[in-house]
Structures are given as C-alpha cells and as structure tokens.
C-alpha cells in the first residue's frame, strides 16, 4: 500500500509543491556564498531553539505544513481518480496505519528533517525542555493528520457536522471563479503566500534601509513578493485548465479573456502594492510604473506556465533567470522598458494562442 | 442551414498521429460518428469545438475556426463526454454565464432545464451532483442559445431513459430548424428515435462512411 501512496500521493504532493519549496529554499540559502552556509544554518538552528517565540513560530509553521499536507491528501480522497482509496479499508488496521505513517513521514520530510535537526541542536545547548516541546508538537501533528486519514477513509459514512451554519450566499461573476477557487481550495497556500511575501517585501526593505529613497530597493522588495507568487498562480493556472476548460468552446473573445485574467492578477498583487504605497516615495509616474512593472510581472510568470505546461521543473528555471533578468533591469533602471517588452510579448502570445486554439 | 467544413486536417499527439484526412463535410441533419476507444472521436470533436490545437482548416457556413474564433465559437456548442466544473459554483451561475456570454433567451433556458427535471437543483453547487445530473447540467449548458452546430460526445451516457427521451426531442427540433448536430455514441442510436442522416467511422485516423 505505501508504495501506492507514494507514487500517486507523495509524487503529485512533490509535483505541486516543488516550486514553494525550491523558493523558501533560495529566498533563506539562494543569496548566501557557499562557504557561508554552514554558519549561517548554525545560526538559524540556534536562534530558531533558544527562545519561546522562535519555537511557537517554528511550531506554527510546522503545523500550517501538516494542515497543508492533510488537506492536500483529504482533496485528492474527494476526487473520483482517488475512489481506489477506499479499497484500504479492507486491511488491517495496523496495516494501514503503517502506510498511512510512511506517506505523512515522507510528505512532512522537508519540516521533519529541520525540526529534528532544531532538536539536535537544542539538545547541544542544554535546551532540553525546547526539545521536548518540538518532539511533542512534531509527534502530534504527524499523529494527527494520520488519524483523520484513516477516520475520513474508514469511517467516512458517518455525517459529519455541519459547522457553517450560517451561509452568505452571494452571486459568483465569471471574473470571481480563480478568486473563489484561491480562497476555498488554495487558502493555506495563499497564507503561506502572502506571509512569505510579506516577508520578503519588508526583509528587504529593511536591509537597505541606509540607502535612502532609492526606488530600486522597493522595486526589489517588490520583485521578491511577486516571485513569492509564483506557486499560487501555477496552482491557479492549473485549476483555469482542468476545470474551466468548458469556457473554451464559448463565443468570449481575447481581450475579456486578457481582462479576466489582469483583474484576478490586479486583486491578487493588491495588498502588495499597498504595502509598496505605504512604505516608497511616491508619485503618479511612478505609481503607474510599478503597476505596470507587478501586471506584466505576474502575466509573464502565468504566461510562462502556457509555454512549459505542468512541467515544474522548467517552470522553476524560468522563475531563476526571470529573477535575475528583471534585477539586472531594475539595478541599471531599464524595469519600464522591460516591463512594455513583457506585458507587449505575454499579451502577443496569448493572442497566438487563441487563434490557434491553444486555449 | 449549417455547414461544417474540415480540410487537411492532421492531429499528432507527439510523434503519434490521430487523426489524418484531407477533406470532410457535413450540412444540416443528425450524424453519428463511430468509433472504438482511442480512435479520436473525441479529439475530433474537441477541435471542432475549438479546444485543441490542429494544422488544417474548420469552418462553419464560411467562418474559419482560426480566422474569426469568436464569430465561429458562438455558432456552435460542445456537451463534454465527462464535463468538468468547478465545484464551487452552482448550476444557475454556470448557466447565467452562458446565458450572458452567448445572449440566449432565459425562459428557453429555463424550459429546457424544467424538461430536465433539474430546476430544484440549479441552485445547489455542482460539487453536490451526480455524474448523471452533471451530464444533464453539460446539456443544458449545450442547448443555451442559438446554435448552428451542436457537438455532442456520448450524450447518452449517465442520464436516465426520461432524459433520454427529452434529449432526443431536443436534437430533433433543431434538426427540423436545420441545424446540424454530431453525436459520438458507444450505444446504438434508435432510428425510431431520430433520422440519421449520415453514419461516419473514424478508422486508422481517417473518417469513413458508413
């Protein structure tokens, strides 16, 4: 059974996640020199099992992690492909606690190995109590999503309670349907999104804060909120080509399509050039730069998923030298330029496509 | 009348071809298209109904699929085989978008989806719906404006006999109003039930008659 579970759970997990963690990967270690790494990882085990609020954070994110993990399996439990699951129930308890443990083993790995390698480190600096609070929290949280695993697979039949009672229904519009699919189906990756956007934005910020009004520094800051986004719009593209494919075969023309898409993109970025109005020097000209410079930004990343399709991978490379083209156009201050090239490219292929059906 | 035009087509999945042939055309009237599993009935019609990539030319009354898409796309309609929707939306949000993307007329909307017996559930999110009722929520969908081209991949599957029945009296209005309507079918089509008026075999990529 575990096998099963890990080439089709554990595979898709990996497949969609890839590009989060690839990104929390380059954002905490991308900019360090090699030599460095070593003492710069010390530091973070350190200082992430020294203090109470370290531990609540690194808690917190563990357990946001298991939710993510969880909810992504309980989704895949709910889709007809995954019905063979049910079949499980037919063994032994045992049995299936035990493939339903190496699956959440392998799916929370990425938390696990750092929680434990926190522990290690705790355990070096006579932090004993700090240690056993993060094993007790880790055992919990794996302890847990393997429960209600097997409680939705074994005894899915009996009703479950009804907690919202009180439902606002309220009139979806075609432009709401990537929004409403973000918040009820991508809600802890919007979280973790716009946490590590937010972090992103004001990690930079403040790390040049003795260089002035230099509006490169907040188109930077900007820059890395909207790589931040990268996952969320793939995760969004891949819902717009499973599940609105219907929409395909009617009569909407390219540029309500384009419209539909900017404005989702627009609501999207919006507490991000909020925060960039809050914090940089600001004028009309400037304003309207760096909307253009966030719009053709997100179109080109969503753009690019048209170009490789699901293949993350590729997907992955494409953010890297994005990355690094748009730097080296901020840093010489040619983003406007860049910006025209891009949103005038994304909106040329989109209408390439359509006309070729390659919708 | 309606008349549906295919030249040089060729569909490749990679390196493999599907679907090779240089010239097929059909006017107004029912046409059965045949075929076993993995013969690219349904690629076929997907790219009839505009929703995959092709070299070759579709045309509908003389309005080319790549020329004018919008104008092509709103003369016609596709019911998916398994359609697909996001399951947070309800029938009637999904039906009002049809309405307002192909300027339908409401009350024919709303009689079809009466005939369908599936008015006390438009209201409900389609995450709640059987195959069966979500098959009849694609034909609704399909039967939402004024069509020249309907597109039908196995419509008979999942429904019950009573829709069934309401389908054929569907597809033979529009045949008597001169539209032109295809249907993919594993099942045999009852002649009593509608006239054919051509039977089509897709073999060995291309399309034969019957």
Known sequence: MLRLWIRTFGKEFYKQH???????????????????????????????????ITIAVWCLFMFLYGIKALIFVLQKLSTPVYSFVQ??????KKDQLKSWTGLYLILLFPALLISLSIVVTAIVYHHYINAFIICIIMILIVWGVIKVTFRKINYGFRPSANLSRLKISLKKPRWTWSLHYMLKKQALMLIICKLLSFV??????????????????????????????????AAVWNFEK??????????????MRLFHTLLFLFILFAPELLLYISKAPLSVLSLTGV?????????????????????????????????????????????????????????????YRFYKSML | MAELTINKLIKRYGGNTILEFDEW??????????????????????IIAGQTPFSGTVALNDIFLHKQPVSYRSGISYAEAEPLYPDFLTGTELLDYVIAIRKADRQSAA????????????????????????????????????????????????????????????????????????????????????????????????????
């Open chain 2, 111 to 210: 009689e079809i989806t009466r005939l369908f017996k599936m008015d006390t559930f438009m209201h409900h999110q389609t995450g709640t719906y059987s195959s069966g009722m979500l098959k009849k929520l694609s034909l609704i969908l399909a039967f939402t404006g004024t069509i020249q081209l309907y597109i039908l991949d196995e419509p008979f599957i999942t429904i019950d006999k009573e829709a069934a029945t309401i389908l054929y009296q569907l597809i033979n209005n529009q045949i008597q109003q001169g539209k032109t309507i295809l249907i993919s079918s594993h099942q045999d089509i009852d002649p009593a039930q509608i006239t054919l008026s051509g039977i089509f075999e897709i073999d060995n990529q291309h399309m034969l008659t019957c």
């Open chain 2, 25 to 46: 055309k059909v006017n107004e009237g029912c046409y059965w298209i045949k075929g076993g599993n993995g013969k690219g009935k349904t690629t076929l019609f997907k």
């Open chain 1, 242 to 255: 499973s599940l609105l494919s219907f929409q395909n075969s009617l009569p909407v023309n390219l540029w």
């Open chain 1, 291 to 351: 909307l253009l410079f966030s719009m053709s930004a997100l179109l080109t990343l969503k753009t690019a998923l048209d170009i490789v399709g699901d293949n993350m991978g590729q997907y992955l490379k494409f953010i890297f030298i994005f990355f690094l083209t748009v730097m080296f156009a901020i840093l010489s201050r040619q983003f406007l330029p860049l910006s025209l090239l891009l949103i005038v490219s994304s909106i040329s292929y989109h209408r």
């Open chain 1, 87 to 92: 079949n499980s129930c037919a063994a032994k």
């Open chain 1, 200 to 233: 992103f934005f004001t990690g930079i910020t403040l790390m040049f804060a003795d260089s002035g009004d230099d509006i490169r520094i907040y188109l930077i800051a900007l820059l890395t909120a909207l790589i931040a986004h990268s996952t969320l719009i």
């Open chain 1, 18 to 52: 890839a590009g989060l963690l690839l990104i929390i990967f380059y954002a905490l270690f991308g900019w360090m020199k090699s030599g460095d790494i070593t003492g710069y990882l010390h530091a973070i085990l350190v200082a992430l099992c020294s203090t109470p």
